[in-house]
């Protein structure tokens, strides 16, 4: 089948909203969401649920270890529990 | 009841970001936090034999965090007695008693509801990270958490960015309705 160049189907959509929510979706890419959303009822609930999803995490200034850190506490753990 | 079990090999696996996420929002810190963290496993490594398993691993692990933050305050509470404490206030007389409003505190400012409410929010985010199957956990993370670039992930994990994106999918997917569920209802 012909892939259209303005219509895409849900899961293209999902996976734009999923780039989008980083900011790696390309303006083009976006002109296509905003399209489907138009006229796409599911669309339109998963970019409302997904948007809200990213507030959430903002607003929650969750922090978490990045991998050195992590790897420090792990050894001081590992050393002890060996003993 | 159930008994809950106990298995040091999985604590820094499953516990380290939910105890450092609750240790960072009470001590503002990063290396204090992981300190805090790192001392909590050991302590609890320590008292293992305490543990009777009336409430979860994660439960009683958080119970000795919370002593090793409320010593730690204490620590440096004690510091801070002996320090000189210093305020300058401007003598011009054309700004005196300017300095009270000044000082007055901000109605904008955070306040202490809101870091409570943010604080409760980043470990139910946290309850709802541990529900997803390790991978899909891990992508998120790199991603949403830690900002990694895409490349840099796939390349660590090898996998192709489609694989990504899909696992980005299920688990922003599940997560969603797991807050849904846990945050936003109650």
Known sequence: MKKSILFISCEEAHNICDKSQYGEATGWERVK????????KVTRAYTKKNNKLTDVINNSKIDCLDDSELKKIKQSFEKELSN | ??????????????????????????VSDREI???????????????????????????????????????????????????????S????????????????????????EDTIENTELGLAIYDCLS?????????????????????????ELNITASNLWVLIHRARTALASCMEENWFKK
């Not at chain 2, 009841?1 to 499953?14: C, G, Q, S, T, V």
């Not at chain 2, 000044?102 to 109605?107: T, W």
């Open chain 2, 131 to 155: 529900k997803l199957p390790e991978k899909q956990a891990k992508v998120f993370k790199m991603k949403t958490l830690l900002n990694h670039e895409t490349e840099a992930i796939c390349n």
């Open chain 2, 33 to 87: 936090a992981q300190d805090l963290v790192s001392e909590t496993f050991l302590a609890g490594l320590k008292s293992m034999s305490n543990f009777k398993g009336e409430a979860t691993e994660r439960t009683w692990l958080v119970a000795i965090l919370k002593r090793k933050i409320i010593d730690h305050y204490r620590k440096t509470n004690s510091n801070k007695g002996k320090a000189e404490v210093r305020m």
């Open chain 2, 1 to 26: 009841m159930a008994k809950h079990k106990i298995n040091p090999n999985d604590w820094i696996k499953l516990y380290s970001d939910y105890l450092f996420n609750y240790t960072i929002t009470r």
């Open chain 1, 33 to 40: 969401l905003g399209i489907r959303l138009c006229w796409c």
């Open chain 2, 89 to 112: 206030y401007s003598s011009d007389s054309e700004t005196e008693g300017d300095w009270l409003e000044e000082r007055v505190a901000d109605p904008y400012d955070k306040t202490a």
